[in-house]
């Protein structure tokens, strides 16, 4: 049983470092910024989720383990708050996104 | 009231679970932090139906949670496929889109649903619609077909 956990455990952090590279290899590839913005987004949900999972199933039971679940609480509220203020004021600032119909004007 | 009582003990618990701690001496200084807070956000005037909604916190929410961990794995993997694959596969697009809500909280549930699948993001919130970033054209349809959208209006009822 505890092999069976540790392998578990490992194959979420495994899985959760190649999301993670993932991540940071579309930043590098897509072409503008709020593309590049979507790639991010990849590590703050799953990412995050599988390597706090397999740290809590690393940690076994124990105040850890509730730690661990406030840290992904607090990622999940906010990641999409800054997703958004990020995109919002780059909107406000002038930048257009790519494929941004001129036909959709806002206002 | 029962906004303050669920205040009070939302940081009673998030104090015990980060300290670890259970003397009395320890234990005394938590309550009394903890009634602290409560004071200070009253004072704040910030305890109210928003920052805590406990009205939503019926039996739909954890089915909407379980549908959106669905989603999020689901475009977790489309992104990383279009990351692999390359320029070529991605066609970012942007558009209004309506949305049903009646309350604050459900247009900003939705917003944030929106923002949280990662494809997808919403830039700007207007009383009935939403202003959406999509990494492809297939992810704004998917958003289009007001799957979302119902669930979270759901969520008022």
């Known amino acids: 049983m505890p092999e069976l956990i540790t392998l578990l455990s490992s194959l979420c952090l495994l899985l959760g470092a190649f999301l993670i590279f993932s991540g940071g290899l579309g930043v590098l590839r897509f072409p503008d910024f709020f593309t590049r913005m979507h790639a991010a987004g990849v590590t703050e949900t799953m990412a995050v989720t599988l390597i706090v999972l397999g740290l809590m199933l690393h940690s076994g039971w124990g105040l850890p383990l509730f730690k661990l679940l406030l840290i992904l609480l607090f990622v999940m509220i906010t990641g999409p708050t800054a997703s958004h203020a990020l995109a919002k004021s780059a909107l406000h600032g002038g930048l257009r996104p790519l494929g941004d119909d001129s036909n959709n004007e806002r206002h | ?157």
């Open chain 2, 1 to 157: 009231m029962k906004h303050t009582v669920s205040v009070f003990l939302l940081l009673a618990s998030f104090w015990l679970i980060n300290s670890g701690y259970y003397k009395p001496l320890l234990l005394s200084f938590g309550l009394v932090s903890a009634i602290f807070v409560v004071y200070l956000t009253h004072r704040m005037d910030v305890v109210d139906h928003e920052s805590h909604p406990l009205h939503l916190f019926n039996l739909k929410l954890p089915s909407y949670y379980l549908w959106l961990v669905g989603q999020l794995i689901v475009s977790n993997i489309d992104v990383v496929k279009r990351v692999w694959s390359g320029k070529g596969s991605i066609s970012p697009c942007t558009a209004w889109l309506p949305l049903s809500q009646t309350s604050d909280i459900g247009r900003v549930i939705y917003a944030n649903s929106i923002t949280l699948t990662p494809g997808t993001v919403a830039m700007d919130l207007e009383d009935d619609r939403v202003y959406v970033h999509a990494l492809s054209r297939e992810g704004l349809d998917d958003l289009r077909a007001g799957e979302m959208d119902r669930r979270v209006s759901n969520l008022e009822r």
